[in-house]
C-alpha cells in the first residue's frame, strides 16, 4: 500500500532563517507531487507540484522553492522565511484522476 | 478567481440527522470532484469522490450529489456522529491538464452536537 511521510510535525522559525520541508511517497511510482498552505482559517493553496524528477511547476509567486531530487521525494525550501510565511504545509500525491492523498501537515510559525 | 466554491463557512446539526455539505464550482472542464474531511492539525482525509458522467456516489454513511448543469454538488453525511466533526473540503479535478491539477473549496466547518 502507499504510504506518504511528511516532517517535521511542528516548526518555530525566527525571521530570515532557512526552511528545508521534507516529504517522501511510498508504495507508487511516479507520481504527481505537491505542496499546499493552509493559513490560519483559509482554504487549501497549491503553491507547487511536480509531474517528474526535476520538474517544478509554480502555481504562485513567493518567497518559497521546491525541488524533486528523486522518484518519490519532494522538498519545499526558503532561503530566508518571512512571517508571512507562516502556516500549515501540506505534501500531497496522486496517480489517478479521481484521488489524492496528504501527509499529515507541517505546521510552520515564524517569529 | 475561486472556481471551487463552498459558501457556508460552518453548519451544526444534531447527532442522528443529517448534514448536508454543499458546493459550487465554474469550470465546465472538471471531470472528478471529491470531498476531504480535516482535523485541525492533521492533513486532509480522502471521503469520496464522483465522476462528472454520474449524478450520485454512496459509500456508507456518506453520499455526493452531482448536479452538472447547476455546476453544484453535495455531501450527504446520515446519520450524522459526533466523530463527523470537522472540516469538510470539496475539490475538482481539471481534465485539462497533463496532470492531475486539484481545485479546493475554502471549508466548511461541520459541528454535530451530541
Known amino acids: 500500500s502507499q504510504t506518504i511521510h511528511q516532517w517535521p510535525a511542528t516548526l518555530v522559525q525566527p525571521v530570515g532563517s532557512p526552511l528545508s520541508l521534507e516529504c517522501t511517497v511510498e508504495g507508487t511510482s511516479n507520481p504527481n507531487l505537491y505542496w499546499y498552505r493552509q493559513a490560519a482559517g483559509r482554504g487549501l493553496q497549491l503553491l507547487f507540484y511536480s509531474v517528474g524528477i526535476g520538474q517544478i511547476s509554480s502555481e504562485v509567486p513567493q518567497n518559497l522553492s521546491a525541488s524533486r531530487p528523486q522518484d518519490r521525494q519532494f522538498i519545499l525550501s526558503s532561503k530566508k522565511l518571512l512571517l508571512s510565511d507562516s502556516g500549515f504545509y501540506l505534501c500531497?500525491?496522486?496517480?489517478?484522476?479521481?484521488?489524492?492523498?496528504f501527509g499529515s501537515g507541517t505546521q510552520l510559525s515564524v517569529l | 478567481d475561486q472556481q471551487v466554491k463552498q459558501n457556508s463557512p460552518s453548519l451544526s446539526v444534531q447527532e442522528g440527522r443529517i448534514s448536508i455539505l454543499n458546493c459550487d464550482y465554474t469550470n465546465s472542464m472538471f471531470d472528478y470532484f471529491l470531498w476531504y474531511k480535516k482535523y485541525p492539525a492533521e492533513g486532509p482525509t480522502f471521503l469520496i469522490s464522483i465522476s462528472s458522467i454520474k449524478d450520485k456516489n454512496e459509500d456508507g454513511r456518506f453520499t455526493v450529489f452531482l448536479n452538472k448543469s447547476a455546476k453544484h454538488l453535495s455531501l450527504h453525511i446520515v446519520p450524522s456522529q459526533p466523530g463527523d466533526s470537522a472540516v469538510y473540503f470539496c475539490a475538482a479535478s481539471d481534465g485539462s491538464y497533463n496532470f492531475n491539477k486539484f481545485y479546493f473549496g475554502s471549508g466548511t466547518k461541520l459541528n454535530v452536537k451530541p
Open positions: 500531497a500525491w496522486s496517480a489517478i484522476r479521481d484521488r489524492m492523498f
